[in-house]
């Protein structure tokens, strides 16, 4: 059975530019939880998505958002980039919500805004 | 603010020893706990999820327990291998969210 993939796995942008990151979860999986990786913060959740819904938010700006298809693949956007958004974005998907199963994370996506 | 502490940061021991990684949370509301390992660079790779009803869960020569009164978990890693070098993460599921410790660095020496 496939494992969550993200693409693309390597991102370079500019401030003030906007990216859109992808995932695909393990089939079966309804719910995708969006995650930033930094040395400072460590590792601090975005936003959950369960059948096209956010169902929860972490404390971010409005300039990180989301969505869910109805194959449950996920997109995270962040607009006018900057320098502190580099980090490694991970990904993870599971049966339910994140409260009640167990989470599989994909090999995430490490982007670098200069 | 709801916390999540693991205690060491970094730990060295020789192959072969059993340790314990320790896990702390100040939200009492938790629904699970879970724990992952990070090799450097890559994703995190689930091991052991304890929903907040039990008290320990069990995979190989892993051990995780969960005593939500007083905030903490632990991991216990059996006769260590070189290969389990790694960092280990602790998460605990609220009900809005989900909050990481720091992770604490584990390094087995053969």
């Known amino acids: 059975k496939a494992g969550v993939t993200q693409t693309p796995r390597y991102l370079i942008k500019t401030r003030g530019q906007q990216v859109t990151l992808s995932c695909s979860p393990i089939?079966?999986?309804?719910?995708v939880s969006w995650y930033q990786q930094t040395p400072g913060q460590g590792l601090q959740f975005l936003f959950e998505y369960f059948s096209e819904t956010q169902r929860n938010k972490g404390n971010f700006p409005g300039r990180f958002s989301g969505r869910q298809f109805s194959n449950s693949r996920s997109e995270m956007n962040v607009s006018t980039l900057e320098l502190g958004d580099s980090a490694l974005y991970l990904c993870?998907?599971?049966?339910?919500?994140?409260?009640?199963?167990?989470?599989?994370f994909g090999p995430g996506t490490r982007l670098t805004v200069t | 603010k709801q916390e999540v502490t693991q205690i060491p940061a970094a730990l060295s021991v020789p192959e072969g020893e059993n340790l314990v990684l320790n896990c702390s949370f100040t939200d009492s509301a938790i629904y699970n706990l879970q724990w992952f390992r990070q090799d450097p660079g890559k994703g995190l790779t689930s091991l052991l999820l304890i929903q907040s009803s039990q008290r320990e869960q069990t995979s190989g020569r892993l051990n995780a327990s969960l005593d939500k009164s007083s905030g903490r978990s632990t991991l216990y890693i059996a006769a260590s291998q070189p290969g389990d070098s790694a960092t280990y993460l602790c998460?605990?599921?609220?009900?809005?969210?989900?909050?990481f410790g720091a992770g604490t660095r584990l390094t087995v020496k053969p």
């Open positions: 089939s079966g999986h309804r719910s």
């Open positions: 998460a605990e599921s609220s009900n809005n969210d989900m909050r």
């Open positions: 993870a998907s599971s049966w339910g919500d994140l409260r009640s199963y167990e989470q599989y």
